[in-house]
């Protein structure tokens, strides 16, 4: 966390997430086949036939897919490989590779007429026939790998048959395209394919959730994978040259070309993305926009013929280079500027471009290892699209020590008498920084206390301690060890892996819900933590995984609180030894300093974390970064909105109130000091309420 909290003018970007990595260099280290970690970890699993890496940008996944398929085409027996990527640019990443330079058993080839991505002519039905017929000829030729777009391969499934697929490999990149929905014809597709099981399947994906909170896979089809988890601590701790991360949001009035440039550094290489054209930040001319941005940054010289980039002469004498994606008038000059900053040769030359300023362009799949900030202005259209913006600036490079992530949103005016769009902007960039926060920190493994130790965990100078509660770190795979009395333990092999593997996907589903975070955030007075902790997040389990046993939800549940608040109160130790003067840890284990101030004060218990509001770190941020008069301006507007106990939230309430009974005896007293226990007994009076009402209506019905 910054020390400089204070920012009542917002003179400058409130970092409401900062980490500071190891820099081991174990990333980029590679093995005798020439296999970084994540890749060595993903071939291990080579045997498998439905595989799920989840691993952050630039960890080598399109790498480690052609080790993967290399085997199952020479040794598994399989006659194919297609590799399916979102869009044609991504297409690149699986170029011929001479993997045998490196130590592997085989090259990557792809013969030019089998990468599809490179065949001129759309994406869409109308004029994809060429590419589906392309995909007919490789699967009757005796060539081994084609590269397309999701799209080509969604016609050629339609057109062919799954059938055509048999004894294939089907390995699908930036996998959290696919959703669960009926809607989605790939996601169908996918479950057809997978009921067949006659395919093999390697999904690859930097972000496993969706930003409409619709599940990637149903439950039965995701038990079928075998998961490989590399997660971002364990990505960034291995670098050799990246020691930090800010990620923190910016408020501004006005419009925001007249605020960018209080965060835009000229010094940095940046990629900043302007609001689409419809947005609500938008000032409805894009080109304009671009022009005003250029403006902040100095004086407009010329455009530089070969490059197409912009030549501008900035306060301190340097030659800004501008690549301006923006502009779509002029198809030629357009190509030419992709061309320069794809070009092959200009990879590790640092000074080739300072920024790049672009709209839909340069996010997912997009390699400048260069970048070390992100400007984005107005909340993007999803909690993926921001992890994958972040993304473009953890590469590391030679010689970038940090990198940044900065969200600019527009505050509600204090005289508007609308602010409900502002204030969902603001919730949005809140959510996203405290989903980077749970994705940045290290896996957790929560065990109920006196477990024993675990193997590989480092539990402090004074070693496991029996009778308190222990907090170790296993610094080769980024994993601590927390014990916490009382916590449920899953009974099912699928629940054990979901609170093992799955804990932020349910996180995540938790921080997109817009109630729990209005209500925890901005009606802290009127809504007790376990309407949030145990209610809410509950009723995600639930609907998320609707065939467990409600044993196995509640330790779903309890896991996935324990993993946000644990976080989150060590966060706000580490704040609090901030503003009293102490020194912040350094390091990769700062957080884990702040984990252990947290649980050394007291005993941790499942209870505790449940009547811990998960929004209260972010608060504390918020309040230090807004003007009091608009916060209580956007709080009154949040309560306002406050209504009664649903039937769901009644239903609850009424099954919290029976196992209190079973613990205590008695059922809630409605006048209880607790608010809690208070709450619960409101819960079975509006469950009567609602049962009666339902009986009147029935009454009535049948004296009709």
């Given at each position: ?10 003179k ?84 011929d ?6 130590g ?8 030019p007429?089998w ?80 009921n067949?099981?006659?395919?093999h ?24 994978f ?51 054209v419809?947005a ?14 250029m ?13 197409g980039?912009?030549l ?56 400048w ?57 603001m919730?949005k ?11 940045l ?16 965990f ?21 994993q ?21 593997e ?16 209005e ?34 939800q ?86 306002a909105?406050?209504?009664?106990i649903?039937?769901d ?8 109130a ?42 009535k019905?049948?004296n009709?």
């Open positions: 966390m910054s020390k400089e909290m204070g920012n009542p003018n917002n400058f970007p409130v970092p409401s997430v900062s980490i500071k990595t190891a820099h081991t260099g174990a990333t980029n280290k590679a093995n005798a086949l020439g296999m970084r970690t994540m890749q060595e970890r993903a071939y291990a699993k080579r045997g498998e036939q439905y595989l799920l890496i989840k691993s952050p940008p630039a960890s080598g996944k399109s790498r480690a897919l052609m080790f993967i398929a290399l085997d199952k085409l020479n040794n598994q027996g399989l006659k194919q490989a297609l590799v399916v990527v979102p869009e044609r640019s991504i297409g690149s990443s699986f170029s590779e001479q993997l045998t330079k490196f592997f058993y085989w090259d990557w080839t792809v013969a007429q990468n599809l991505c490179n065949a001129p002519g759309a994406d869409e039905p109308r004029v994809a026939k060429s590419k589906v017929d392309a995909v007919r000829k490789f699967l009757q030729s005796s060539d081994k790998v084609l590269v397309c777009t999701h799209a080509t391969f969604r016609f050629a499934v339609e057109e062919l048959g799954i059938e055509a697929f048999d004894d294939r490999l089907i390995a699908i990149d930036e996998f959290h395209h696919v959703s669960s929905n009926p809607d989605s014809i790939l996601g169908s597709q996918l479950t057809e394919i997978i067949r099981d006659k395919t399947v390697v999904a690859m994906t930097g972000s496993y959730f969706r930003g409409d909170g619709e599940a990637v896979l149903s439950p039965v089809d995701e038990a079928k075998e998961t490989v988890t590399y997660t971002y601590y364990e990505q960034l701790n291995g670098y050799s040259w990246l020691k930090s991360l800010d990620i923190g949001y910016f408020f501004y009035t006005g419009p925001y070309v007249n605020a960018i440039h209080k965060v835009l550094d000229p010094t940095l290489k940046t990629i900043v993305h302007i609001p689409n419809n609500r930040e938008a000032l409805k001319d894009k080109q304009g926009e671009v022009t005003k941005i403006e902040c940054l100095g004086e407009w010289k010329h455009v530089d013929p070969v490059t980039f912009h501008i002469a900035s306060p301190d004498g340097r030659t800004l280079k501008v690549a301006d994606l923006v502009d779509d008038s002029d198809p030629a000059q357009r190509t030419k500027i992709l061309s320069a900053l794809k070009d092959p040769a200009q990879k590790n030359n640092r000074d080739q471009v300072d920024i790049i300023i672009a709209l839909g362009m340069a996010k997912e799949g997009f390699d290892i260069w970048c070390e900030h992100a400007l984005t202005v107005g909340y993007r259209s999803s909690l993926t699209e921001i992890v994958q913006i972040i993304g473009r600036a953890t590469r590391d490079a030679e010689g970038k020590t940090s990198a940044r992530f900065t969200n600019l949103i527009a505050e509600p005016a204090a005289d508007q008498a609308l602010v409900t769009e502002a204030v969902n902007d919730l960039a809140i959510s996203a920084s405290l989903l980077m926060e749970q994705v920190a290290p896996r957790y493994e929560f065990t109920p206390k006196d477990a024993g130790p675990r193997e590989g480092d539990y402090g100078p004074e070693g496991y301690e029996k009778g308190k509660t222990n907090v170790g770190v296993n610094e080769a795979t980024g601590y060890h927390v014990e916490i009395n009382g916590l449920t333990t899953p009974q099912s092999k699928e629940a054990s892996r979901i609170c093992k799955d804990l932020n996907e349910v996180v995540t589903t938790f921080l997109q819900d817009k109630t729990s975070l209500q925890g955030l901005f009606d802290k007075e009127h809504v007790l933590p376990q309407e949030l902790t145990q209610l809410r997040m509950g009723k995600i389990v639930r609907e998320r995984y609707p065939d467990l046993s409600d044993h196995d509640e330790a779903i549940r309890q896991h996935a609180v324990a993993a946000m608040n644990v976080t989150q109160q060590a966060k706000l130790e580490l704040s609090k030894a901030a503003s009293n003067g102490e020194d912040e840890p350094q390091g990769s284990t700062a957080l884990l300093d702040g984990v252990r101030k947290f649980v050394n004060v007291r005993d941790l218990d499942i209870e505790l974390i449940d009547q811990i509001n998960p929004f209260d770190a972010a608060y504390s941020v918020l309040a230090k970064s807004m003007d009091e008069k608009l916060l209580k301006q956007v709080q009154a507007t949040i309560e909105k406050k209504v009664s649903s039937e939230d009644a239903r609850d309430l009424a099954k919290r029976l196992q209190f009974k079973m613990e205590r005896g008695r059922l809630p007293d409605i006048n209880s000091a607790d608010a809690w226990e208070k709450r619960m007994a409101e819960g079975v009076a509006a469950l009567a309420r609602y049962r009666a009402q339902a009986k009147a209506a029935e009454d019905n049948n009709v």
